[in-house]
């Protein structure tokens, strides 16, 4: 298995970076970043659709938290109510958890590469005949930031970009509950604006005592994501799909 993982995920994942460093710019830093695209484009479709799946999910939230008030006495007739909820709106509840299956190998490859650190010894026997190791290896972020050191910056950065796409995903939710009157905040709701606020101060805690290289990948794809998330919920809000879920409501 740890062969499998080395030479399947480990292994590409440090010589695409080492490209990138070779023949778009001598940084580091410039290539974690291009490489972070690179993996968000190339796995794009499924980030998007799981993306999208939990925007809609917080848009019909008030519909489900309905549903289980009218049916709490018959369970059977409750999920069938809700799964045919999911399936009117071509949502998947479990999409999220697809993502993470996958993404998470790729991710613990990534922090691999981060944390063992870019000097010849570590990484000159990892490297295909084609990728030449270069004489020196700038880790110094655009002439700023040590990339084999914790920063602070970066960190705060990333714990920033974390919390803003959680709010944008909790946008649609409230935006929801206001155009339909209102009401009492379900406790799934509470739960996810607490998540708002502590999933962000996790990461940070986490990203503070690690290669600031480490908290610039994590920054990149944050920053890509709420991105994303801008795009899906203006394409929600404006497509006939989102006037059909404010009907149904």
């Given at each position: 298995?740890?062969?499998?993982?080395?030479e399947?995920?480990y292994?590409?994942?440090?010589?695409?970076?080492?490209?990138?460093?070779?023949?778009?710019?001598?940084?580091?830093?410039?290539?974690?970043?291009?490489?972070?695209?690179?993996?968000?484009?190339?796995?794009?479709?499924?980030?998007?659709?799981?993306?999208?799946?939990?925007?809609?999910?917080?848009?019909?939230a008030?519909?489900?938290?309905?549903?289980?008030?009218?049916?709490?006495?018959?369970?059977?007739?409750q999920?069938?109510?809700?799964?045919?909820?999911?399936?009117?709106?071509?949502?998947?509840?479990?999409?999220?958890?697809?993502?993470?299956?996958?993404q998470?190998?790729?991710?613990?490859?990534?922090?691999?590469?981060?944390?063992?650190g870019?000097?010849?010894?570590v990484?000159?026997?990892?490297?295909?005949?084609?990728?030449?190791?270069?004489?020196?290896?700038?880790?110094?972020?655009?002439?700023?930031?040590?990339?084999?050191?914790?920063?602070?910056?970066?960190?705060?950065?990333?714990?920033?970009?974390?919390?803003?796409?959680?709010k944008?995903?909790?946008?649609?939710?409230?935006?929801k509950?206001?155009?339909?009157?209102?009401?009492?905040?379900?406790?799934?709701?509470?739960?996810?604006?607490q998540?708002?606020?502590?999933t962000?101060?996790?990461?940070?805690?986490?990203?503070?005592?690690?290669?600031?290289?480490?908290?610039?990948?994590?920054?990149?794809?944050?920053?890509?994501?709420?991105?994303?998330q801008?795009?899906?919920?203006?394409?929600?809000?404006?497509?006939?799909?989102?006037?059909?879920?404010?009907?149904?409501?």
């Open positions: 298995m740890a062969y499998l993982f080395n399947f995920l292994r590409p994942l440090l010589n695409l970076l080492f490209l990138i460093y070779n023949n778009v710019f001598a940084d580091i830093g410039v290539a974690i970043i291009g490489l972070t695209l690179i993996i968000r484009f190339v796995l794009l479709p499924l980030f998007y659709k799981s993306a999208k799946d939990q925007t809609i999910l917080q848009s019909i008030p519909k489900i938290k309905e549903i289980q008030a009218t049916h709490k006495d018959d369970k059977e007739k999920v069938k109510e809700i799964m045919n909820v999911y399936k009117e709106h071509k949502v998947n509840p479990f999409s999220g958890f697809l993502l993470l299956f996958i998470l190998p790729i991710l613990i490859a990534l922090y691999r590469v981060f944390l063992r870019f000097s010849r010894d990484v000159m026997s990892h490297l295909y005949s084609f990728v030449v190791m270069p004489e020196f290896v700038h880790t110094m972020f655009l002439g700023l930031v040590n990339l084999e050191k914790p920063n602070l910056i970066l960190v705060l950065a990333a714990g920033l970009f974390q919390y803003l796409q959680s944008l995903l909790l946008a649609v939710s409230k935006q509950k206001s155009s339909s009157g209102g009401g009492s905040m379900a406790m799934a709701e509470k739960m996810s604006r998540m708002m606020l502590f962000p101060i996790i990461t940070v805690v986490i990203l503070y005592s690690l290669p600031a290289a480490v908290a610039l990948y994590w920054l990149t794809t944050s920053v890509f994501s709420v991105i994303q801008i795009i899906i919920n203006k394409k929600i809000h404006t497509t006939s799909d989102y006037g059909n879920n404010e009907a149904s409501a």
